[in-house]
């Protein structure tokens, strides 16, 4: 998250380049593992092992590694149907065979198991197809090639259509639940789709708007572009770090994805508000409740992950927020508050961003899509019953429970808080909606606001 740019790949360089030989290496490394380590991390650990590489090298193989897995279930479909022969007699697949097509082999693989069997020097051949078909000679396999793109345009949730986004097809059920929930048109579907094969933007948060000028001229002249969203948001774009800016080291600005700075807009908050951040993660929107409540009330974080509240403090003392305080919970029993919750009766604000697939952040975490087991959803929606059913105790009668994911599944997200409210009589909601992708070029989450009664 510390680059702003998007980075660029020539179409068909993934082959032809003297960086081809390592990146050949490091895919080789990656199949070593039988569970997907998180690519980003990864690769940062791996550069630093090796300091061979300047800033353009590691920006190529970084590209180059998250294109193989945007877009490698497609490449491994792509291999297994039209590597050696014709799917059928001799004639390769036209649009109606792959509208129509239920090969065991793309409806039932499609996972990390399956591409990490692919050899590299396949896997980056398909991948430079894809980019430039005109970089090769066969005719009938670019043909076949346009017709699976004319199929994903008019069924995108077909099976063959999704392996065209780079999605395992045990998606689909997902996608048209989403779809459904949603009411998103079929232009809907396409944009978001078509967005999954696209890194997400660089958006920033002010932590003080008094400090937009200064900003955005330091983001000019570091080579950055930044186009105010909203009064305290930020798009950015550029090839450039974030974190050496004097801006970022001063606490002015905040990394924070535009749809996780709308989940912390939806909270209610008023002057002298006590807020329980219950799964607080990396701080963002702890910050951001800290800067909305200025000088007045208070922000509690908690997680279960020690280092995390320490990455909170660190974030905290570099912006100057000393209404935050930290509370251990250990996810189940509730902690001792103390006075001044115990005499309101609980917190006026209880947030639970709570834990998830993270299926909204694939297009950051594209190797995330392949590291999702049959039925873990369900795994985490057990999980996020068990939060809610925690914390709603700690919410004052006319207090505010706000439930947040990363993720568009219905079942972590609407069904949720269906069956929550189903069985927890004196909370109302008061909103609920998807937030980002496809209505904006951002990650994709969920937020529910829902009130306590008398």
Known sequence: MNRAGQGTQPAVAYLRSPRTPHLLRLWAELCTFEELPQLDRWLAQ???QDKRFGKKDRLWYSDAL???????????????????????????????????????????????????????????????LRLDPSTHHDAETIQSLQAWRECALQEPLAPAALLWWGLPP??????????????????????????????????????????LAAVQQELSERGLTAQQEGPSTLRVGGDGGILGLEAYQQGWIEIQDRASQQIGEAIPLHINDKVWDACAGGGGKTMQIAARLGSKGRVYASDVRQYKLADIRLRAERARFKQVRFLAWNGQELPPFDAAIQEQGGFDVVLVDAPCTSSGTWRRNAEARLRLAAGEDQKFAALQASILEQVSRAVRVGGYLVYGTCSWLVSENEAQIEGFLADHSNFVQVSQRLLGCPQEDSDTMFVAVMQRKA
């Open 46 to 48: 791996r550069f630093r």
């Open 66 to 128: 998250f294109m193989a897995f945007r877009f490698g279930v497609w490449a491994w479909a792509a291999e297994s149907l039209l590597g050696a022969q014709p799917r059928s007699g001799d004639r390769f697949p036209q649009a109606a065979d792959w509208g129509s097509m239920d090969d065991p082999r793309i409806t039932q693989g499609a996972s990390w198991a399956e591409l990490r069997q692919m050899s590299g020097d396949r896997l980056f051949y398909w991948l430079s």
């Open 170 to 211: 045990a998606y689909r059920q997902s996608l048209e639940q989403r779809q459904t929930i949603s009411q998103w048109r079929k232009s809907d579907v396409l944009l978001f789709l078509e967005r999954q094969g696209e890194r997400a933007p660089l958006w920033l948060r002010l932590n003080a708007s008094d400090r």
